[in-house]
């Protein structure tokens, strides 16, 4: 149950001012670090701000679900939301310069397809990736090498609630409890689409699961010309209670502005963000004494900032196929 698990207690936050307070700390450990090492002066500007680290986590999040999108077999969207999920948590308090999102967005891919059972091989998986073989296994030695630093940097809470199976129990409640609406299947294409939207966002880490579920329903439901405020009223018995459907209503505006002010990064700025972000890993900013938990697929000099021939080389353009890119 979602009230007694591990993302209530500890991956659900008060407001987006803690997210952002934990994002800039996470950045300034990063640059201390990097100070400390002696590699770059801590105002060296080929580090990252704190805005420039959640822009590339915008553009490199949305790669993640095109590549689950294109995913073959079909990924079940309760693993998508995992991934997303799992990518949210580990840049929340980690930096983009020390751990390079392009595998970490991989790793937590694989690792959701582990946690909710989606049964394929890791030969499987990586043959997603739009790569020769030998780029395919040294791949896969990547998001081995952090699989297990992503785990422990999500402190072991693997179980993630994701809001789809509310929302059919949602609709499954409309169908019996509440006649005023003929044909409730009316509502779900749009509200598939703003599960899609809202889960680009920070709503995961701010509301439950039930709460994004039903905002999906209502804000359907409002797209459709249809007024459910009787079934919040009268089907779910918030007509006494005030105070709680005021919250509600108030978690709901706030879950569509935040699809509102959603804005991906611009090409040409994220392509000016990734040469820095370059720089940084050029650099090799390995702040742990354990450069193997940290740059583990650096020991084979893969994806270093070293002359390769260019079959082995792995960019972002081999994440998914070339239709989506």
């Given at each position: 149950m979602f009230h007694s698990s591990t993302q209530r207690r500890h991956w659900t936050f008060c407001g987006g001012e803690e997210l952002a307070r934990r994002r800039a700390e996470g950045n300034r450990r990063a640059r201390a670090r990097a100070a400390a090492s002696g590699k770059v002066p801590q105002g060296d500007p080929v580090l990252l701000e704190p805005h420039e680290e959640l822009a590339l986590c915008k553009y490199y999040e949305k790669r993640l679900l095109d590549f689950c999108a294109a995913f073959k077999p079909a990924m079940p969207r309760s693993v998508v939301g995992t991934a997303c999920m799992y990518f949210k948590r580990f840049y929340l308090n980690n930096s983009v310069m020390e751990y390079h999102p392009r595998i970490i967005?991989?790793?937590?891919?694989?690792?959701?397809?582990?946690?909710?059972?989606?049964?394929?091989?890791?030969?499987?998986?990586?043959?997603?990736?739009?790569?020769?073989?030998?780029?395919?296994?040294?791949?896969?030695?990547?998001?081995?090498?952090y699989e297990l630093l992503l785990i422990q940097e999500l402190n072991f809470h693997l179980i993630i609630h994701n809001p789809y199976r509310p929302f059919e129990g949602f609709l499954i409640d409309i169908k019996t409890r509440y006649p005023v609406l003929e044909n409730p299947e009316v509502l779900r294409k749009t509200a598939d689409d703003f599960l899609n939207r809202v889960a680009l966002t920070d709503a995961y880490l701010l509301f439950t699961p039930s709460q994004i579920a039903l905002t999906a329903i209502l804000s359907s439901g409002s797209r459709a010309g249809i007024n459910m405020e009787s079934y919040l009223s009268e089907s779910l018995m918030l007509k006494e209670n005030r105070s709680t459907l005021s919250r509600l209503l108030?978690?709901?505006?706030?879950?569509?502005?935040?699809?509102?002010?959603?804005?991906?990064?611009?090409?040409?700025?994220?392509?000016?963000?990734?040469?820095?972000?370059?720089?940084?890993?050029?650099?090799?900013?390995?702040?742990?004494?354990?450069?193997?938990?940290?740059?583990?697929?650096?020991?084979?000099?893969?994806?270093?900032?070293?002359?390769?021939?260019?079959?082995?080389?792995?960019?972002?353009?081999d994440l998914v196929d070339s239709a989506l890119l």
């Open positions: 967005m991989l790793t937590c891919a694989f690792l959701a397809c582990k946690i909710d059972e989606f049964n394929v091989s890791s030969a499987q998986f990586v043959g997603n990736l739009r790569e020769s073989p030998l780029g395919q296994e040294k791949a896969l030695e990547q998001i081995l090498e108030d978690d709901m505006k706030c879950m569509k502005n935040l699809i509102k002010r959603y804005e991906l990064p611009r090409p040409e700025e994220v392509a000016a963000l990734k040469q820095k972000l370059e720089k940084c890993h050029s650099l090799e900013l390995s702040f742990n004494t354990n450069l193997k938990k940290r740059k583990g697929y650096e020991d084979d000099e893969y994806v270093t900032k070293k002359c390769k021939m260019d079959e082995e080389e792995w960019t972002d353009d």
